[in-house]
């Protein structure tokens, strides 16, 4: 079982619907990161967050430490938002420097 | 700043042959990253530095060496390439345990 797991792996909406991607892991971590990769294959982090909320734009990332377990949300969808969201964990063990721990992925389609 | 630079962008490789790929950063950033992601698979961490001098292998360090002899730079060798490193290859640098800074990728075909 992979340490991070994301659902759903594939998302279709229309333009303007509330989007809600989620993120379970099974490791105790220090911060828990979410990235959105376009299409060409950039990736560019929009989130890191170790408890709480955090609010960026139409973006909206929740985290609960006692649940493991993260949401990003999306309002007001829209077709440039297609792309794939990642969600990925620093542990806690190793002082956190040995990288992040990758979900597989998000891949989100928004239709007009 | 021109933040994570990767080059080349794309390279064809044959089984045997080596590669440097090279990675910059301008942000004077101590944390950077070697991360591989294969479809369908979630980015895997190659190796990692902390600082110039210091490397450590990450998830799967095998077939690749790296060095770090100034803070700007953290280029990836593959000694004695094979096909099950075809792979697309993010670097990333972060300041200190903060968000990570990805370069645009090199795609790599071992043939």
């Known amino acids: 079982k992979n340490e991070v797991e994301q659902s759903p792996q594939n998302l279709t909406a229309q333009e303007g619907e509330f989007i809600t991607i989620n993120c379970s892991y099974s490791?105790?971590?220090?911060?828990l990161h979410w990235l959105q990769q376009h299409p060409g294959g950039g990736i560019v982090s929009l989130f890191m967050?170790?408890?709480g909320k955090k609010k960026h734009g139409r973006l909206i990332a929740t985290i609960n430490i006692q649940e493991k377990h993260s949401s990003l949300h999306i309002t007001a969808s829209h077709p440039r938002d297609s792309a794939v969201y990642i969600c990925?964990?620093?542990?806690?063990?190793?002082?956190?420097?040995?990288?992040?721990?990758f979900g597989k992925g998000t891949h989100l389609i928004i239709q007009p | 700043n021109a933040g994570v630079t990767q080059t080349p962008k794309f390279r064809i490789l044959k089984i045997g042959q080596s590669m440097t790929l090279q990675c910059a950063q301008d942000?004077?950033?101590?944390?950077m990253y070697w991360y591989r992601q294969d479809p369908g698979m979630g980015l895997k961490l190659i190796y990692y530095?902390?600082?110039?001098?210091?490397?450590d292998k990450g998830e799967v360090p095998n077939g690749y060496n790296v060095s770090r002899s100034t803070t700007e730079d953290f280029p990836l060798r593959l000694e004695l390439a094979a096909p099950s490193q075809t792979s697309v290859y993010f670097c990333?640098?972060?300041?200190?345990?903060?968000?990570?800074?990805f370069g645009p990728g090199t795609r790599l075909t071992v043939l």
């Open positions: 990925a964990v620093r542990r806690a063990s190793g002082g956190g420097a040995d990288g992040l721990t």
């Open positions: 530095s902390v600082g110039a001098g210091i490397t």
């Open positions: 942000m004077n950033h101590n944390y």
């Open positions: 967050l170790s408890s």
């Open positions: 990333a640098s972060s300041p200190e345990l903060n968000e990570q800074f």
């Open positions: 490791v105790g971590i220090s911060a």
